[in-house]
């Protein structure tokens, strides 16, 4: 029998957070909020097992994280065949930082990304992200060192405000 109040109670305590770790790697709001909406629905569907998991929220997280790269190459594919281009969206009244931090978070690879995001805002450890993604640790170690530089330099200071993204120092 499926349990509305637990599922409720997992519901409230951790689909903020969730969006808040798909939107870091996914850089999108609109489409992480379908793609988590979309599993935690697909959570509700199989409740009984998925609070079965050692981490139910882990479990929708992946889930989330499969439904929004499956509808970014759907999304690329149709602008492929449309040839269309598309313009980003600015985020109003977002800070400096946080700005260069999602931009910088764009140029690294997805895996390197996600491994990132994990660690970092989620806090997962090694093993934890291993888990979740399907990769070995070492992979993830390897991902997670190389993710590390590639923001690093482009979080420089320097580097920020040479592609017009940053605030001289007279602030």
């Not at 149709?78 to 980003?88: D, I, M, V």
């Amino acid at each position: 029998m499926r349990d509305a109040e637990e599922f409720d109670a997992f519901y409230a305590a951790s689909a903020h957070r969730v969006l808040g770790h798909l939107y870091a790697m996914v850089g999108s709001r609109t489409e992480v909020e379908d793609a988590v909406a979309e599993a935690y629905a697909r959570a509700w569907d199989r409740w009984a097992s998925v609070r079965q998991c050692d981490s139910p929220e882990a479990w929708v997280r992946s889930v989330a994280y499969r439904v929004a790269v499956s509808a970014w190459r759907k999304t690329v594919n149709r602008l492929r065949a449309h040839r269309r281009e598309s313009t980003e969206r600015h985020v109003e009244a977002a800070s400096v930082d946080h700005v260069a931090v999602v931009d910088a978070l764009r140029r690294i690879s997805a895996d390197q990304r996600r491994v990132v995001v994990l660690h970092h805002l989620v806090g997962l450890s090694v093993a934890e992200i291993a888990a979740e993604t399907g990769a070995n640790a070492n992979t993830v170690k390897t991902r997670l060192a190389r993710g590390r530089r590639a923001l690093a330099a482009y979080l420089t200071e320097n580097e920020y405000e040479s592609t017009g993204g940053g605030r001289s120092h007279d602030l």
